[in-house]
């Protein structure tokens, strides 16, 4: 494993070698886990009753671990929060955590399972690794002694981290890392820095982060832009947000957008809205689930390529500016309103035609809209919209969004509220927006909250449009862009001209090339 604790804008993989036994493809499988969730308590409960609800999960885990192994998967993501939930305070979070040592360690927990303490739910998994000679990758918690005289160090003498491992088919702890963006989780610390962590298999450069963590710069987008790594894990407790932010949604557009392998494993909670895991490539989705019908697990599988770089077939990168910044805006209709999604104020105008060309701006964001329905639906009404700027009641992310979508009802004032099923089918659609940013995911929502693969494209000039004919009933067609450098109390320390910094990450590098070169 590679951890890197600082940002940078300079990489160099001239001289990286493909390691022996490389594999063109793999199989990988993710599992949507429905948790058995701890009775609700205000007092820790003890260490072996935490235990025993971490084992009744790991049952049905293992059950998955199992299946993709029987399958030929190489790698199986499970999700956060698999082992135990979520809803904890700092002391009762406490009985399930054991300390996580850094890989560094050469550490097989199954064969020696007492080195660094209690750690029994590091001995299972890693066994259950070895014994199926598979990757895995699971999600738990992570304590960390700490000095009282450290001025940040928490009351009860520990920092206390959401956690991803990875154990190799050997059984070998080769992974960990700390979320850094937490998402109302008291329990748990902020690491220091964002880690950059990273490991090598015959089968391509893994990176890993964990749920919000995908929303923002560090690390998801410098494991990517920085480090080269082919495929993504990862595990998440995702709370779908329409019309935007459903899971299959974003995590689909996000490796659209990226250009890479994600493996996104979510909790499958119905009543919370938390449902919906896959596997996405650049190109489009392989395999995905959406299920808020049952409360049971799903597990998923498909054939991937192991270096989507490498391949003929990669997508060329995007300038998504580049059409709308050179066409003669469309007619902007007088009637433009505004309207809330998720406390961002959208501009926005309806799609009254059947066909027709539209332009919505706000600021200094356009956005273009082709479009041709099949029929225009009397009961259904569909506008396009623009919004620029800091997102939501935190105002700390800057969101940039071109997006054409169902309205909840005719009453415009619905329109950005969430809806589930649509009726108009469109046979044309091209979107596109003056982005200040280069960072853009491509959104395309089907009615019951379905993809629509092989059914979009993304054009080198920044447009979104159909192809293959007819589509099914559309609620959303977005283009969902993040301006990181605008975020405030961002994270980005940008471009570095340090030398000792430079110098450090360059011989770093060599070094990972140099153990790549023989995989063990």
């Known amino acids: 494993m590679s ?18 036994n490389a594999l063109d493809t793999f199989i990988a499988a993710v599992y949507e886990h429905a948790v058995i969730l701890p009775n609700k308590t205000e007092t820790p409960v003890s260490q072996d009753d935490a235990l025993l609800l971490m084992n009744k999960n790991l049952d049905i885990l293992e059950r998955a671990i199992k299946q993709a192994a029987e399958q030929d998967a190489q790698i199986i993501v499970t999700p956060e929060d698999a082992l135990y939930g979520w809803k904890f305070t700092r002391d009762t979070i406490f009985p399930y955590l054991e300390d996580i040592p850094d890989p560094q360690a050469a550490w097989i927990p199954c064969e020696d399972p007492h080195r660094f303490g209690h750690t029994p739910i590091q001995a299972r998994l890693s066994c259950l690794a070895k014994n199926n000679s598979i990757y895995v990758l699971a999600n738990i918690g992570d304590k960390k002694p700490c000095n009282s005289s450290d001025s940040t160090c928490p009351a009860n003498g520990y920092y206390q981290y959401n956690t991803n491992v990875v154990y190799n088919k050997k059984g070998k702890l080769v992974a960990r890392y700390h979320k850094y963006h937490l998402y109302s989780e008291p329990q748990f610390d902020v690491p220091e820095k964002p880690e950059l962590v990273t490991f090598d298999t015959p089968f391509g450069r893994f990176g890993m982060f964990t749920c919000f963590d995908i929303l923002f710069h560090d690390p998801a987008v410098t494991l990517v ?8 894990l990862f595990p998440t407790a995702w709370m779908n947000v329409l019309p935007h932010l459903s899971a299959i949604e974003f995590h689909s557009a996000w490796a659209m957008g990226m250009r890479v392998n994600l493996l996104a494993a979510n909790i499958h909670h119905v009543h919370l809205n938390m449902a919906g895991s896959g596997i996405y490539t650049p190109h489009s989705p392989k395999v995905y689930h959406y299920d808020v019908e049952t409360g049971l697990g799903k597990i998923l599988l498909s054939e991937v390529d192991s270096r989507p770089r490498n391949s003929s077939a990669y997508p060329v990168a995007v300038n998504w500016s580049a059409y709308a910044t050179t066409i003669k805006p469309f007619p902007v209709q007088k009637n433009t309103f505004r309207g809330s999604i998720s406390k961002d104020m959208f501009n926005f105008t309806e799609l009254f035609e059947n066909s027709g060309n539209l332009t919505v701006c706000q600021k200094d964001l356009c956005c273009h809209l082709s479009y041709r329905m099949l029929r225009k639906e009397e009961n259904e009404v569909y506008v396009l ?3 620029t700027g800091l997102h939501g009641r935190r105002r700390r992310e800057y969101w940039q969004v071109c997006t054409m979508l169902k309205c909840k009802t005719t009453n415009l004032t619905t329109c950005g509220k969430p809806v ?18 280069e960072y853009v995911f491509p959104e395309v929502l089907l009615t019951k909250i379905q993809l629509s693969p092989g059914k979009f494209v993304v054009l080198k000039d920044g447009r979104l449009v159909n192809k293959n004919g007819l589509s099914e009933p559309i609620l959303t067609v977005s283009l969902f862009g993040r301006w990181y450098t605008k975020d405030s109390h961002s994270i980005i320390s ?15 590098l060599l070094m990972i090339a140099l153990q790549n070169i023989v995989m063990v």
Not at 7 to 14: G, H, K, P
Not at 494 to 508: D, F, M, Y
């Open 225 to 232: 832009k920085d480090f080269h790594v082919d495929t993504i």
């Open 420 to 437: 589930e099923t649509a009726l108009t089918r469109f046979d044309m659609f091209s979107l596109s927006g003056t982005f200040g940013t």
């Open 3 to 20: 951890t890197f604790s600082f940002q940078t804008s300079v990489a160099v993989f001239a001289l990286m070698t493909l390691p022996v």
């Open 494 to 508: 940008g471009s570095t001209s340090n030398l000792a910094t430079t110098s450090l990450l360059i011989s770093t």
């Open 385 to 387: 919209g623009a919004f």
